[in-house]
């Protein structure tokens, strides 16, 4: 039976362009994981990401940070698996996972927490990881309960039917920008009044993002009269566009502004995607459904997706 010659590697920034060029080839693979987007909250996270060679061949990148004794896929980034190109066998895979525990543990690393890559997200089928965590006796310690809408399927959604309708009587009409200047004041305050909590991402930060990603991360708001009335901003990750940031304000939700910027998301901008993920709906690790916000997203046709995360022993 083949045997791996494996050798494991702690990223440096001398490392970035071999990195981003391999992101580019894994069959999870996102723009979130190019160093351009990790690196802009650096100073926030001890980064410990790896870089994994069979007979010194790149075959798998980890995006990690370290915090005590622990190794994160990466707590900035929402989602942070080992990544990997095709032609990685799931024998392959189970080894690096018995390298990687082998190569933490002398470093004074007790767990490892790790972060999926939801299944919507590959590239191609890519649950190699899954079956070694099970291997490894992994603990699924969080689940994030996301909703998803299948684009390219008829969507019977009553509540987008009525956009038209309220697009002509308010005059809504919506525009894209090359930065969140316009509307993220909207973004704000609608954060502060329904849950008391600010944005992930500063203003300077989702600009930089931005300007950074152009293809990749979209801002779009919405004019009734030519009065900013909502706003939203959309990450593009293969097949799926991703709701990152959307709202109205008081009067955009009193002529349903919402509604008419989901509807521009999945009828007009962003069609040819497989689909439209309108992102998680649980708290505290998941133990928490926020009832009130999974049925408004609900109604526009989603079902289901969960971002599962698991914490293994070294």
């Given at each position: ?100 525990k082998a190569f933490l543990k002398p470093l004074g690393f007790e767990k ?189 046709g989603g079902h289901t997706v969960v971002y599962d995360h698991y914490e293994?022993?070294?």
């Open positions: 039976m083949q045997t791996f010659n494996i050798q494991i590697k702690r990223y440096q920034q001398s490392d970035a362009s071999v990195w981003d060029a391999f992101v580019d080839t894994a069959k999870n693979s996102s723009f979130l994981f190019k160093r351009a987007y990790m690196d802009y909250h650096a100073h926030r996270f001890e980064d410990f990401s790896l870089m994994i060679f069979e007979n010194e061949k790149l075959i798998a990148i980890f995006p990690a940070n370290r915090k005590e004794n622990v190794l994160y896929s990466h707590q900035g980034l929402t989602y942070g698996s080992l990544l990997i190109p095709k032609g990685v066998s799931q024998r392959l895979v189970l080894t690096i996972f018995d390298e990687l490892i927490y790790y972060k999926l890559v939801p299944a919507i997200y590959h590239n191609y089928p890519c649950e190699e990881d899954l079956y070694a965590l099970f291997r490894n006796d992994a603990r699924l310690v969080a689940q994030g309960c996301s909703t998803t809408i299948c684009i390219q399927k008829p969507n019977n959604s009553s509540r987008l039917k009525r956009v038209l309708k309220r697009a002509e009587k308010y005059n809504l009409r919506y525009e894209e920008h090359p930065n969140v200047n316009e509307f993220w004041p909207i973004i704000e305050e609608n954060r502060m009044r329904k849950r008391n909590i600010v944005p992930v991402h500063s203003r300077d930060e989702i600009n930089l993002l931005q300007s950074s990603f152009p293809q990749n991360i979209r801002s779009i708001a919405v004019y009734a009269n030519d009065k900013i009335v909502a706003g939203g901003v959309v990450y593009l990750v293969n097949d799926v566009a991703h709701l990152q940031y959307a709202s109205a304000s008081p009067e955009g939700e009193k002529i349903h502004a919402g509604d008419f910027l989901y509807d521009v998301f999945i009828h007009k901008l962003f069609s040819d995607y497989r689909y439209f993920d309108f992102g998680i709906s649980t708290e505290d690790n998941g133990h928490f459904l926020n009832n009130g916000l999974i049925a408004h997203k609900e109604e526009f293994m022993c070294v």
